[in-house]
């Protein structure tokens, strides 16, 4: 389950980037389609309900 999640957080931490700087930002957004977008945010999702889930280890 780790390998996954792995990949959909590498790709959400190009969003996260894309925030911080703005002429990254229009780049990403050029060369996105909507499906691929879709996609992360299934993805993305997905890998917030992992997260949410190892709550129940933690001490």
């Known amino acids: ?3 996954k999640i792995h990949t ?3 790709r959400l931490l190009a969003f996260y980037i ?3 700087y703005p002429d990254y930002k ?3 957004t050029s060369i996105l389609s909507r499906e691929e977008a879709q996609e992360i ?3 993305a999702k997905e890998a917030f309900k992992w ?3 190892l709550k ?3 001490i």
């Open 1 to 3: 389950m780790q390998r």
């Open 8 to 10: 959909p957080i590498l």
């Open 18 to 20: 894309s925030a911080r």
């Open 26 to 28: 229009e780049k990403l």
């Open 41 to 43: 945010i299934i993805e």
């Open 51 to 53: 997260i949410q889930s």
């Open 56 to 58: 129940k280890y933690s």
